[in-house]
């Protein structure tokens, strides 16, 4: 196995209007736990014209060293560049171990940063830990439809490791803190582009986001029609929620696809889950391992569901759902 003595963590952060994304600081706070199990530093890569604005906040939440680079061409984070400039860093500080975020972007990046450092790629991980005496990442990730959790190490340096959304809770943000922030300036210009966005359509939702919501009321295929739906919003408003869904209801064509759950959805960890007329299946369950509480509605009292929830109904949802919404205004009124 080959050897490595860099002292360096290395996070490939990404920014939104506000500052850092959710599974940003989601990475900082594993990040944290490894570098301070290891004696390493933390580092994060901050990419586009509006890095150096949110530098101080990357701190906050726990890298020691934050690498801004400025340059406007990175702001759409666009693969080709984005892929190159982070590569030349990582080059520069040749780091022990690189965490990225499985998102639109990540995974896009992720499996072409370990092809150019000819290195493996430990994938959608929903839990890592260190093995003490060698110091190298052992990933866990859910295989065969989340049937069969497996554990991954690589053998090479560095150790690249994606981590799904919502695996980790960040840390609380300490303005206290103190660390190093520097400019780096990779060599890339337009002409590494072979892809163009045409146009981006920013979809209107005036919903909760499902990632961040701490309710989450879902159906499935069970309801029997896109109209049986109202009910599943009509709930997730009332508590103040977001409405999801299962892949069969998806497929079917009900609801949208940014209301699914699963292996294939969203992954979701809110502290209430309440699931109608949703079987289980492992599929969707990988979605929805982070949920404090899950409560299930369903008229087959041996639906897999039930296994994994805290708090279960056996009945038909057209009955039991009216009346828990009642019971809901009772209490709330």
Same mark, same amino acid.
């Given at each position: 196995?080959?050897?490595?003595?860099?002292?360096?963590?290395?996070?490939?952060?990404?920014?939104?209007?506000?500052?850092?994304?959710?599974?940003?600081?989601?990475? *900082?706070?594993?990040?944290?736990?490894?570098?301070?199990?290891?004696?390493?530093?933390?580092?994060?890569?901050?990419?586009? #014209?509006?890095?150096?604005?949110?530098?101080?906040?990357?701190?906050?939440?726990?890298?020691d060293?934050v690498?801004?680079?400025?340059?406007?061409?990175?702001?759409?984070?666009?693969?080709?560049?984005?892929?190159?400039?982070?590569?030349?860093? #990582?080059?520069?500080? &040749?780091?022990?171990?690189?965490?990225?975020?499985?998102?639109?972007?990540?995974?896009?990046?992720?499996?072409?940063?370990?092809? &150019?450092?000819?290195?493996?790629?430990?994938?959608?991980?929903?839990?890592?830990e260190?093995?003490? #005496?060698?110091?190298?990442?052992?990933?866990? &990730?859910?295989?065969?439809?989340?049937n069969?959790?497996a554990?991954?190490?690589?053998?090479?340096?560095?150790?690249?490791?994606?981590?799904?959304?919502?695996?980790?809770?960040?840390l609380?943000?300490?303005?206290?803190?103190?660390?190093?922030?520097?400019?780096?300036?990779?060599?890339?210009?337009?002409?590494?582009?072979?892809?163009r966005?045409?146009?981006?359509i920013?979809?209107?939702?005036?919903?909760?986001? *499902?990632?961040?919501?701490?309710?989450?009321?879902?159906g499935? &295929?069970?309801?029997g029609?896109?109209?049986?739906?109202?009910?599943?919003?009509?709930?997730?408003?009332?508590?103040?929620?977001?409405?999801?869904?299962?892949?069969?209801?998806?497929?079917?064509?009900?609801?949208?696809?940014?209301?699914?759950?699963?292996?294939?959805?969203?992954?979701?960890?809110?502290?209430?889950?309440?699931?109608?007329?949703?079987?289980?299946?492992?599929?969707?369950?990988?979605?929805?391992?982070?949920?404090?509480?899950?409560?299930?509605?369903?008229?087959?009292?041996?639906?897999?569901?039930?296994?994994?929830?805290?708090?279960?109904?056996?009945?038909?949802?057209?009955?039991?759902?009216?009346?828990?919404?009642?019971?809901?205004?009772e209490?709330?009124?």
């Amino acid at each position: 196995m080959a050897m490595n003595n860099s002292k360096l963590i290395l996070i490939l952060g990404e920014l939104n209007d506000q500052g850092l994304t959710s599974s940003t600081a989601e990475l *900082l706070s594993i990040g944290r736990t490894l570098a301070e199990s290891t004696g390493k530093s933390l580092s994060i890569a901050l990419l586009g #014209s509006m890095a150096q604005a949110f530098a101080k906040q990357a701190i906050a939440y726990g890298a020691d060293f934050v690498y801004v680079l400025p340059n406007s061409l990175l702001d759409s984070f666009q693969i080709d560049l984005s892929l190159s400039a982070f590569h030349q860093l #990582s080059e520069k500080l &040749r780091p022990n171990i690189i965490l990225i975020a499985k998102t639109l972007g990540g995974r896009d990046l992720a499996p072409r940063l370990a092809a &150019r450092l000819e290195v493996g790629l430990i994938q959608d991980c929903i839990r890592i830990e260190l093995d003490p #005496s060698t110091e190298m990442v052992i990933g866990h &990730r859910p295989v065969f439809g989340g049937n069969v959790m497996a554990a991954v190490m690589s053998t090479k340096f560095p150790q690249i490791i994606t981590l799904r959304p919502k695996a980790y809770t960040p840390l609380e943000p300490d303005d206290s803190r103190q660390g190093t922030i520097e400019e780096f300036h990779p060599s890339i210009d337009a002409s590494l582009i072979k892809t163009r966005i045409i146009e981006s359509i920013r979809e209107e939702n005036d919903e909760v986001s *499902l990632e961040d919501a701490k309710v989450v009321v879902a159906g499935g &295929r069970g309801l029997g029609d896109a109209a049986s739906f109202k009910e599943i919003q009509r709930l997730a408003k009332l508590l103040g929620g977001a409405p999801g869904a299962s892949r069969a209801a998806v497929d079917a064509g009900w609801v949208p696809h940014i209301w699914q759950i699963g292996l294939t959805g969203k992954t979701i960890s809110p502290n209430l889950y309440i699931t109608v007329a949703i079987s289980g299946a492992s599929q969707h369950m990988a979605g929805c391992y982070g949920a404090k509480v899950i409560v299930a509605i369903n008229k087959d009292s041996n639906a897999p569901i039930f296994k994994d929830a805290q708090y279960g109904v056996v009945g038909d949802w057209q009955n039991v759902l009216p009346a828990f919404i009642d019971t809901i205004h009772e209490l709330t009124n």
